[in-house]
């Protein structure tokens, strides 16, 4: 397995933390490389601001009126294959302006369609700036497994107004031939 997690801390979290950024974002259109928001713009109106500061990513005030369906922070990984039992561990220092259980999930681009993986854990964000972890052991009926795909991890953002502040983030993977699965494997897991 290439490493596009690591390619990615690199490449484009690290061009996150070097921009300058004071500007209202764009659906679907990156802001920095392969780093890009997404909402449905039929049944909501979404501003999203992003600015930074030095040593951090970014702070992101959303406006939202209406319900949108969909309201996403996209961060395009690349092209790899994930095998059942892999786990996916995002570390992130950051904050939101009320305590908030993010969800996470990976969408993969293989050849025979999109499919969307969501994970288990949320990424929990407080008030408080903090450190916080989110694990996503990939099961058998994850139907990305075993197949190359290019991956993309997403935010699913709050469909109301808020600031989320993201001072650093680190995104890995351990592979199952090291046997340290977030969540226990029963009999029913397999099945």
Not at 32 to 46: F, G, L, M, R
Not at 123 to 131: G, H, I, P
Not at 133 to 162: S, V
Request: negative net charge.
């Amino acid at each position: 397995m290439s490493d596009i997690f690591d390619v990615f801390t690199r490449g484009p979290l690290a061009a996150l933390r070097a921009a300058e950024l004071s500007e209202t974002l764009v659906n679907d259109a990156q802001f920095t490389p392969k780093i890009y928001p997404s909402w449905d713009n039929e049944a909501a109106q979404v501003t999203l601001t992003a600015t930074s500061a030095r040593d951090e990513l970014v702070q992101i005030a959303g406006a939202v009126t209406g319900a949108p369906r969909w309201l996403t922070l996209n961060f395009d990984l690349g092209s790899t294959t994930l095998q059942v039992g892999d786990v996916l561990c995002l570390l992130v220092e950051g904050s939101m302006d009320q305590t908030t259980d993010v969800a996470l999930f990976l969408r993969s681009a293989t050849s025979w369609g999109t499919e969307d993986t969501p994970w288990l854990e949320p990424l929990r964000l407080n008030t408080e700036n903090r450190v916080t972890a989110a694990f996503h052991t990939l099961a058998p009926f994850d139907a990305i497994c075993g197949n190359e795909g290019y991956h993309t991890l997403a935010f699913d953002l709050p469909a109301a107004d808020f600031s989320l502040h993201l001072r650093a983030m680190r995104l890995f993977c351990i592979p199952a031939s090291r046997g340290l699965a977030s969540v226990p494997y029963t009999l029913s897991s397999e099945a």
